[in-house]
Nanobody, 115 residues
Framework: QVQLVESGGGLVQAGGSLRLSCAVS????????MGWYRQAPGKQRELVAV???????NYGDSVKARFTISRDNAKNTVSMQMNSLKPEDTAVYYC?????????WGQGTQVTVSS
């Protein structure tokens, strides 16, 4: 069974930092793209950052220069360092990956940024 397990969410004050991590289990072989999406109450799920297995990263416009995504291909993990957090970053953050032509999601982790 494929599982994506996120960790690292929580409550932080504006201007603070958090680091999210996601571990993939139940697969064989390498993961293609990995990344993070988020969904705030009443809003659509949006791209935060994605990274290819070659290490090329793309970011949503609202997080560029504040968030940094990274991955460990040997361990099938993806992490994201979030700095200079703003109240508008408050959302549930979902880990995502593609493997064998299918997309998979984690259960989500809550990030709350207080003003």
């Amino acid at each position: 069974q494929v599982q994506l397990v996120e960790s690292g969410g929580g409550l932080v004050q504006a201007g603070g930092s958090l680091r999210l991590s996601c571990a993939v289990s139940g697969i064989r072989g390498s993961v293609a793209d990995m990344g993070w999406y988020r969904q705030a109450p009443g809003k659509q799920r949006e791209l935060v950052a994605v990274i290819t297995n070659g290490g090329r990263a793309n970011y949503g416009d609202s997080v560029k220069a504040r968030f940094t995504i990274s991955r460990d291909n040997a361990k099938n993990t993806v992490s994201m360092q979030m700095n200079s957090l703003k109240p508008e970053d408050t959302a549930v953050y979902y880990c995502w990956m593609t493997w064998s032509g299918f997309g998979y999601w984690g259960q989500g982790t809550q990030v709350t940024v207080s003003s």
